[in-house]
T-cell receptor, first 113, second 116 residues
Framework: NAGVTQTPKFRVLKTGQSMTLLCAQD?????MYWYRQDPGMGLRLIHY???????AKGEVPDGYNVSRLKKQNFLLGLESAAPSQTSVYFC????????????FGPGTRLTVL | QQQVKQSPQSLIVQKGGISIINCAYE??????FPWYQQFPGKGPALLIA?????SEKKEGRFTISFNKSAKQFSLHIMDSQPGDSATYFC???????????????FGKGTHLIIQP
């Protein structure tokens, strides 16, 4: 099993450009999450999904949209990238067990110029 | 409002010593407290986790101590090794059985260096 994979690994955008980050998991997990990691800030939750076709906002959702059209995929979109969105983005997934162990992908490093 | 406060930001420990990282939380609804380990260029990986019905959990050289009344928990790494050098994050969540599904709230991380 590949676990959680993220595409692409690196990306450089210009301000105002759009892009989509793809997260895929092969563990048949119901729940999926997008976090961003900034130096000295830990990881902060952007959006999450508790099942196919459902999404919800996390702590820092502004400027991002998500979609969960298939159970195994969770997409994170930036419609008009801003320099403040320069970050490392991590996807995670979990089963709906009482204690929600989350498995993380390797991350996407995004730079917005 | 930072709901999980982690200290120290960085820590240097000699090989064979004990590494201690502390976290404090504010939300009394939290009932799941994991620690994640992250190596450079990698995603965080679950190291050990505790539930508030126990005061201590040990797995190998890693121990979590939990103080519910003080709303604090800590990670102890015994016999620290150079391979333990990484960034450690504490986190907290409301468990699914407690009605939560909205992800983990992380501390800001501790950069641990074990000197040989």
């Amino acid at each position: 099993n590949a676990g959680v994979t993220q595409t692409p690994k690196f990306r450089v955008l210009k301000t105002g450009q759009s892009m989509t980050l793809l997260c895929a998991q092969d563990m048949n997990h119901e729940y999926m999450y997008w976090y961003r990691q900034d130096p000295g800030m830990g990881l902060r939750l952007i959006h999450y999904s508790v099942g196919e076709g459902t999404t919800a906002k996390g702590e820092v959702p502004d400027g991002y949209n998500v979609s969960r059209l298939k159970k195994q995929n969770f997409l994170l979109g930036l419609e008009s990238a801003a320099p403040s969105q320069t970050s490392v983005y991590f996807c995670a997934s979990s089963r709906p067990t009482p204690y929600n162990e989350q498995f993380f992908g390797p991350g996407t490093r995004l730079t917005v110029l | 409002q930072q709901q999980v406060k982690q200290s120290p930001q960085s820590l240097i420990v000699q090989k064979g010593g004990i590494s201690i990282i502390n976290c404090a939380y504010e939300n009394t609804a939290f009932d799941y407290f994991p620690w994640y380990q992250q190596f450079p260029g990698k995603g965080p990986a679950l190291l050990i986790a505790i539930r508030p019905d126990v005061s201590e959990k040990k797995e190998g050289r890693f121990t979590i101590s939990f103080n519910k009344s003080a709303k604090q928990f800590s990670l102890h790494i015994m016999d620290s090794q150079p391979g333990d050098s990484a960034t450690y994050f504490c986190a907290a969540a409301v468990s699914l059985s407690g009605g939560g599904a909205d992800g983990l709230t992380f501390g800001k991380g501790t950069h641990l260096i074990i000197q040989p």
